[in-house]
């Protein structure tokens, strides 16, 4: 393996997350603001990982005897395709020769996030768990051989609905872990996720400038699909999702609603929410 594909620091850590094998547990809790990594970090009953590059934070300690590792991620899918990857390498490569380790390690990637809701019965300060994502950023239709874990069907139909134009990247979908979701999201609203690659106009935000589709967050509150409705917007669970899935990882994303684009709602205080969030998590987790 060249150096420029597999890059390493002086120390011999991953080139951007600064990390060394042995440094992270199975369980990875994945949020997007560094400063969430230490307000979780606090919950925690001991830690013996504590590390930080760019807006990569991690912290891996232990909770009821169960290790966890907790890591920023920053916003968006390009740095969601950074920081999977180097965690798979770092359990799955041997960083010194790059050579894939003979019996690969599995890894359980759930993303503690922040959403949009799109449906007006969903208020905010509430939690959904993404059964699937769709991802309109792309990042996915740069690997060879994702085909087998996409559900098309799904993205057909949103694609039909959405009348979606040639000139973007097409829409992807992918399924949540079901031994995840059912260990770690009991009761909680589930749905269909939409991962956008901007907060403005991807998301049918107006300020200076006019989105593509004056409609689209209509449209994506009025799509059913089985039965199923999309119900938040958010900005990373379709890499985590996609290439979980083609890296032999589990992965789950639970988020708190803190705006509903449906009613204008805002939640401007929901640090107490992704706090009582997290502390769910992590009961689960050590259960």
Same mark, same amino acid.
């Given at each position: 393996?060249?150096?420029?594909?597999?890059?390493?620091?002086?120390?011999?850590?991953?080139?951007?997350?600064?990390?060394?094998?042995?440094?992270?547990?199975?369980?990875?809790?994945?949020?997007?603001?560094?400063?969430?990594?230490?307000?979780?970090?606090?919950?925690?009953?001991?830690?013996?990982?504590?590390?930080?590059?760019?807006?990569?934070?991690?912290? &891996?300690?232990?909770?009821?005897?169960?290790?966890?590792?907790?890591?920023?991620?920053?916003?968006?899918?390009?740095?969601?395709?950074?920081?999977?990857?180097?965690?798979?390498?770092?359990?799955?490569?041997?960083?010194?020769?790059?050579?894939?380790?003979?019996?690969?390690?599995?890894?359980?990637?759930?993303?503690? $996030? &922040?959403?949009?809701?799109?449906?007006?019965?969903?208020?905010? $300060?509430?939690?959904?768990?993404?059964?699937?994502?769709?991802?309109?950023?792309?990042?996915?239709?740069?690997?060879?051989?994702?085909?087998? @874990?996409?559900?098309?069907?799904?993205?057909?139909?949103?694609?039909?609905?959405?009348?979606?134009?040639?000139?973007?990247? !097409?829409?992807?979908?992918?399924?949540?872990?079901? @031994?995840?979701?059912?260990?770690?999201?009991?009761?909680?609203?589930?749905?269909?996720?939409?991962?956008?690659? $901007?907060?403005?106009?991807?998301?049918?935000?107006?300020?200076?400038?006019?989105?593509?589709?004056?409609?689209?967050?209509?449209?994506?509150?009025?799509?059913?699909?089985?039965?199923?409705?999309? &119900?938040? !917007?958010?900005?990373?669970?379709?890499?985590?999702?996609?290439?979980?899935?083609?890296?032999?990882?589990?992965?789950?994303?639970? @988020?708190?609603?803190? $705006?509903?684009?449906? &009613?204008?709602?805002?939640?401007?205080? !929901?640090?107490?929410?992704?706090?009582?969030? *997290?502390?769910?998590?992590?009961? *689960?987790?050590?259960?």
């Amino acid at each position: 393996m060249k150096q420029t594909e597999l890059i390493t620091n002086p120390d011999g850590s991953i080139f951007h997350l600064h990390l060394l094998p042995g440094e992270i547990a199975d369980q990875v809790i994945i949020v997007g603001d560094p400063g969430r990594v230490e307000m979780i970090g606090q919950m925690l009953d001991s830690v013996r990982v504590r590390k930080s590059n760019r807006e990569f934070s991690t912290i &891996t300690g232990s909770y009821r005897d169960v290790e966890i590792t907790i890591i920023s991620s920053g916003i968006g899918t390009d740095n969601i395709d950074i920081v999977v990857n180097e965690l798979d390498a770092l359990v799955n490569i041997d960083l010194s020769t790059g050579v894939v380790k003979e019996e690969p390690r599995t890894l359980s990637f759930i993303r503690l $996030g &922040t959403a949009g809701g799109l449906q007006k019965e969903i208020p905010v $300060g509430s939690f959904i768990a993404t059964a699937k994502v769709v991802g309109f950023d792309g990042v996915l239709h740069f690997y060879e051989g994702y085909e087998w @874990c996409l559900d098309h069907q799904l993205a057909d139909a949103l694609a039909s609905h959405l009348e979606w134009p040639d000139t973007l990247a !097409y829409p992807y979908a992918v399924d949540a872990d079901a @031994c995840l979701m059912e260990k770690v999201a009991a009761g909680m609203n589930r749905g269909i996720t939409i991962s956008s690659p $901007g907060f403005y106009g991807p998301q049918g935000r107006r300020l200076r400038l006019e989105p593509f589709d004056s409609e689209l967050n209509d449209n994506l509150t009025s799509f059913r699909f089985r039965g199923e409705k999309v &119900t938040n !917007y958010e900005m990373e669970s379709s890499a985590i999702y996609g290439l979980a899935k083609l890296l032999n990882h589990k992965a789950l994303t639970i @988020c708190v609603v803190i $705006g509903n684009r449906v &009613t204008g709602e805002f939640l401007t205080d !929901y640090k107490p929410a992704v706090r009582s969030l *997290a502390q769910q998590v992590l009961d *689960a987790l050590s259960s």
